[in-house]
């Protein structure tokens, strides 16, 4: 059996303290008492945005610096369908444990916190938009999973659920990593308003996402349920 060789290790260290980081930190935020834990966790997906680009570069990945960036502007607009979830939907609520938040429903931590997700999902797919959405599918399904146990998010409201997880967000989520697998390779040298004109564009294609899977899983739950 070969051997990892010592320049893999060395490419793989940045990425691993990067990321322990984040679940160190993380977890310490998360510990803290309101208000000061909704500050802390603003604090830690700020720092980790801003670090993953010289992370990239550290690790030797240069070519992932737009992926990072982009996946910082979709998480930007990510707030747009949380709001429209926790607002309109009803589907969806934010405890607050502290720190400022968007129109009194949503953290304003949330508007960088899809960064780690998107980013590792769309990486680990090496780019590839079909493998990009079954790995987000299995990152979010993570993240649903853990969120109303560690107290960022919680579904509420009339939606089919599985162990706890609202369930049409997950082929949404999936979508959401198809979609920005596509619009990194589509926007990788284009210029700041191309970018974030993708991103905005990308947070949009999700929230019908949301709308639609939320939608037809109504209409089965009521017909298998008659």
Known sequence: MSQPSPSSLRSALPWVLLHAGLLGLGGVALALPAP?????V???VVAYAAALPATCRWAGRPDLVPLAVLCALVSLFQVLPDWA???????????????PRVGDAVPVAMALMWTAPLF????LAGGRPGRAAAVAAMVFLGAEVAAPWVGLWEPVGDTVRVAGVAVYVLPAEAALGWAVALAAGLVREASWPRRVGAALAVSTFYTGALVLCHLALDVADRTLTV
Request: aromatic letters at 8%; proline letters at 4%.
């Open 85 to 99: 979830l926790v607002e309109v939907a009803g589907t969806l609520r934010f405890p607050d444990t502290g720190g």
């Open 36 to 40: 000061a834990q909704g500050w802390g």
């Open 120 to 123: 590792v999902a769309v990486a």
């Open 42 to 44: 603003l604090v830690v």
